[in-house]
Nanobody, 122 residues
Framework: QVQLVESGGGSVQAGGSLRLSCAAS????????MGWFRQAPGKEREGVAT???????TYADSVKGRFTISKNNAKNTLYLQMTKLEPEDTAMYYC????????????????WGQGIQVTVSS
């Protein structure tokens, strides 16, 4: 079992930046793929970005060029640098992990955190 704890959310004005962090503990050898997904009220869950064990990244079209996913393997910590934030980015953001990135993108990761709120005002 992998425990994931997010931090770094908050409120920001449109055009601003935030960095989310996700600390992983437990059976971290099962985190071949880590990533972020988000869910806004009344909307479906949406994959945001993933990074695999080789450092290969994938992004949702809606965040390409604005968000950057990275990880520090020594600290077992995942990051999401968010820039040029838009009101449409307002959502609860969840860190997730699985052996396979496709499980994150199809909304069925083995592990995920409690979530952290990001609010972008216009």
């Amino acid at each position: 079992q992998v425990q994931l704890v997010e931090s770094g959310g908050g409120s920001v004005q449109a055009g601003g930046s935030l960095r989310l962090s996700c600390a992983a503990s437990g059976f971290t050898s099962a985190t071949n793929c880590m990533g972020w997904f988000r869910q806004a009220p009344g909307k479906e869950r949406e994959g945001v970005a993933t990074i695999d064990i080789y450092g290969s990244t994938t992004y949702a079209d809606s965040v390409k060029g604005r968000f950057t996913i990275s990880k520090n393997n020594a600290k077992n910590t995942l990051y999401l640098q968010m820039t040029k934030l838009e009101p449409e980015d307002t959502a609860m953001y969840y860190c997730a992990s699985d052996l396979f990135c496709r499980k994150l993108w199809d909304g069925s990761p083995t592990s995920w955190g409690q979530g952290i709120q990001v609010t972008v005002s216009s």
